[in-house]
Each structure stands twice: as C-alpha cells, then as structure tokens.
C-alpha cells in the first residue's frame, strides 16, 4: 500500500483514513506530532495511491489490510488512529494488532441513529446517474459546518466522489453488516473516542461495551477533526495518552 513514514519519535502512530479519503489528509496532524511518534500514513485499497488490483471491498478485508500492514512492518504497540471508517477499522483490527491505545475520530462504532438513516438515503441513491453528484451534496452538508466550507472542505469532497464505483458502494451497502457489539467486546485497550458537534457514534452504547473508554467533544467542529479542529485533537490526543 502506497505509505510515508515520518517523526522521530519512538512509539508508532498508525493513521488510518476514512472513506473515500487518502493519507495526505493526515500531514498536519503528523507535522504536529513528528517529535512525539515515528508516524505512519498510508492508502487503503481503491484510495489514494494504492489501487484496487482485485480487492473486494468490504469491512473486514479493510480492517484485515489495517492489522497485516502493521505486522508487515513489525510495528509493536501502535497507537492506532482512525478517522470515520478508519476509527472503525481501527477498533475492529485491534485483536490482531494489539495497539497501544486506539483514538476514534468520529468513527461510528456503534453508528448513531442519523448515521444509519444517511446510509440508507445514500443506499436509494446508488444506481442514480447523478450519484457522485448527490453524495458531494450529502458531504457538504453532513460533514462540514458551514464555517468548515472553503476550499479544502472542496478538495476533500473532490477527493471522496472521485473514489473507485466497488469503494462507493460497499459502505451504504454494508454498514448494517457490522455487529459493533461482538467487535467493541473484544477492544480491551485503553480508547480514546473524540466527536465533534453532533458525533457519528453512539456513545452510550460503546461505554457500556468498552470500559476502558474516554470521550472528548470537540465544539464548533464538523466530521473532519484532524483538519479543522487540529490544535485541539493533539491536545487530546497526548493528554489521553500521558494520564491513561
């Protein structure tokens, strides 16, 4: 997978990107953190620079290639970082990887009760032929406020509505799969969940699944934290870490 390894610190950071997204999305939060961890950012199949090449996706092929790049690069006790699916491919790898600690960005395990109402909409509009033309729409509206709508907010739309058609769809197509109850009962790491206004999880739910859990609420945010609400997520971040 196309990857960049950067920082000069000794603990790995693994950051995994969401949907439709791609690692270059995490180079100011890995500038920010290049003296606290050796930082690794990399592409998921049908993102980025790493292509497709016959992979199939869905959740668990995902957190399959989250677990085998960190053991392909011998990384032990990994801060494992997520970004919306890639918060929720982070806590379904962690059996395999055994992190360090798992930071949640907005990821939704267990997905809040608009989340799945969203899906289903996109799931209608799948075979539509202006479909990438509604999802930057749905985008737009759903993942940024509207302070949060310049043009990084574009190219980040851009970014995710350019994805591969097997990328697209398997999300709307599958999230009702996922059992976040069996998957949330085996994270026995310490876990970092962090919102924004309106979190794409619900917390209540995964409290009561992950003892080990602390929430953060970042106010006046949308769904990209590491972007618009950077400053305060690496506040977060190493304090949930120094006091455990």
């Known amino acids: 997978m196309n990857c960049e390894v950067s920082g000069s610190g000794v603990i790995p950071l693994v950051c995994v990107h969401g949907w439709g997204c791609e690692k270059g999305q995490f180079d100011r939060l ?19 620079g790493t292509p497709l090449e016959g992979f199939a996706p869905d959740f668990e092929a995902y957190a399959g290639a989250v677990a085998e790049f960190i053991a392909s690069r011998r ?16 806590l379904m790898a962690s059996p395999r990887v055994r992190p360090r600690a798992i930071i949640n960005l907005d990821g939704s395990m267990p997905a ?10 996109l ?16 985008l737009r509206e759903g993942f940024f406020l ?8 574009e190219e980040i739309i851009r970014t995710m509505c350019s994805a591969p058609e097997a990328v697209l769809r398997f999300l709307p197509e599958h999230i009702g799969d996922l059992k976040p109850d069996q998957i949330l009962r085996e994270v026995n790491v310490p876990v970092l969940y962090v919102g924004p206004d309106t979190p794409r999880f619900d917390l209540a739910r995964a409290s009561a699944l992950m003892p080990r859990l602390r929430f953060e609420q970042i106010q006046g945010a949308g769904h990209f934290l590491h972007i618009y609400a950077l400053p305060r997520v690496v506040a977060l971040v190493r304090d949930f870490l120094q006091t455990g």
């Open 30 to 48: 890995a500038h920010a953190f290049a003296d606290d961890f050796r930082i690794y950012r990399f592409d998921l199949p049908g993102h980025g």
């Open 75 to 90: 990384l032990e006790k990994p801060v494992v970082l997520g970004h919306s699916m890639g918060g929720v491919l982070s």
């Open 112 to 121: 809040a009760p608009h989340v799945l109402a969203g899906q289903v909409t």
């Open 123 to 138: 799931r209608g509009w799948l075979d539509a032929p202006d479909f990438r033309q509604r999802l930057a729409g749905a």
């Open 146 to 153: 509207p302070s949060e709508r310049d043009a990084r907010c």
